[in-house]
Every structure is written in structure tokens, then in C-alpha cells.
């Protein structure tokens, strides 16, 4: 299979990654800060956004799988893993890989909300352009791309890719049908 067009190079994401964590000290400067990485794919997104933020965050992880195909979320999402320790009264930032739907945020916001966190914050590297979603205020934006699969950086293809230090585009005869 082949690597298509890089379209973020490792360099790009490192210099995003320092203006979001600079963006992130600032606005949580005293305040007592829990970064949510979403499993597997925002492992690589919150081991570089975190060492950009100067403040002694605190981590956790959540998995979660969405029901449907391969390459499309339905919205309908299974917990895997769930957070060890409780939110409530602690701010709570989500760090999301890419955004596609938005569909898994969605739930996955409704389902922190009702633990009562003092806030709850999204970041995400990657949002696709041109997809009809669901209202999110994504505080935290890297980069916007267009509606391509893509891989690198945390993103996976069957498993494999999430190690490449760049996102890349995989050419459609690749990418698994539904
Ligand atoms: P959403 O619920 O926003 O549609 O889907 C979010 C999840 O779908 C992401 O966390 C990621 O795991 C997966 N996903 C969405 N788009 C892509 C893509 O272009 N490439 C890869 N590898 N995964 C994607």
C-alpha cells in the first residue's frame, strides 16, 4: 500500500502543537488541569501537546470504539476504557486526533457533562473540511484538512501508520470500502 501526499509535515505539527500549548497555559494558568487523550489515536497528539504546556497537568485516557465501518463513525459509541478517576469539579480538556463527524465528541461530551467537571474543553489537530456536524466548539484547533482518510501522527489504516511523523493521504484504492 502506498503513502500518498504528505499533507502535514512534522516540523508543521510541532511548530501548531507549541501554539496550542502556549494558548493552553495561558488560559489555564492556576487552574488545576486534566488532559482526556482519546485512545489510540490521540496518544501521539497528547505526548507532544502536553510537553508544549507549562503548567503540572494531570492525565487520562479514554477508549472508545464507534460502531459502523472501517472509515465512518455512526455515532453510536462503546466505552473500552473508561477514565480512572473522577471529573467532577476539575477542568477537563479533551484531546482529540481528528475530528470527522464530530459524532464520537458529540457522545463523548455528553457523556463527561453529566460527571460534572468544573470545564470541559476539545482540542483536536485535525478537523476535515466540507462534513455536515454537529455544533462542537473545538477550543483548541490544529489544523483543518480536506475530507480525505488520512493517516501518520496517531491516525492508523488496519492498525498500522500511527508511528509515520507526518499525516499523508492514502490514495482511495487503499482506503477500505464499507
Ligand atoms: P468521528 O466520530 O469524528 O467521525 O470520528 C472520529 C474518529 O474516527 C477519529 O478519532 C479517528 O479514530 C477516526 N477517523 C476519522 N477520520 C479519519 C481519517 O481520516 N483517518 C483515520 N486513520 N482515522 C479517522
Not at 502536553?50 to 464507534?66: K, Y
Not at 456536524?133 to 483543518?144: A, C, D, S, T
Not at 480525505?148 to 482506503?175: I, M, Q
Request: charged share 25%; hydrophobic share 45%.
Amino acid at each position: 500500500m502506498n503513502i500518498g501526499e504528505v499533507l502535514i509535515t512534522a516540523d508543521e505539527i510541532d511548530a501548531k502543537l507549541k501554539e496550542m500549548g502556549d494558548a493552553i497555559t495561558e488560559d489555564y494558568r492556576g487552574k488545576d488541569l486534566l488532559l482526556i487523550g482519546i485512545l489510540k489515536g490521540a496518544f501521539v497528539v497528547m505526548a507532544d501537546l502536553a510537553r508544549h504546556i507549562d503548567l503540572p497537568v494531570e492525565f487520562d485516557f479514554m477508549a472508545v470504539s464507534s460502531y459502523g465501518s472501517a472509515t465512518k463513525s455512526s455515532g453510536v459509541v462503546r466505552i473500552l476504557k473508561d477514565l480512572d478517576q473522577e471529573i467532577e469539579g476539575r477542568h477537563v480538556l479533551i484531546v482529540e486526533d481528528i475530528v470527522d463527524t464530530g459524532l464520537t465528541l458529540q457522545y463523548l461530551l455528553k457523556n463527561l457533562q453529566v460527571r460534572k467537571p468544573a470545564s470541559l474543553g476539545l482540542a483536536a489537530l485535525l478537523i476535515k473540511d466540507g462534513i455536515e456536524r454537529p455544533p462542537l466548539e473545538i477550543k483548541y484547533e490544529g489544523f483543518h484538512i480536506p475530507n480525505k482518510f488520512v493517516v501518520g501522527y496517531g491516525l492508523d489504516l488496519d492498525g498500522k501508520y500511527r508511528n509515520l511523523p507526518y499525516v499523508a493521504v492514502v490514495s482511495d484504492a487503499t482506503v477500505p470500502t464499507p
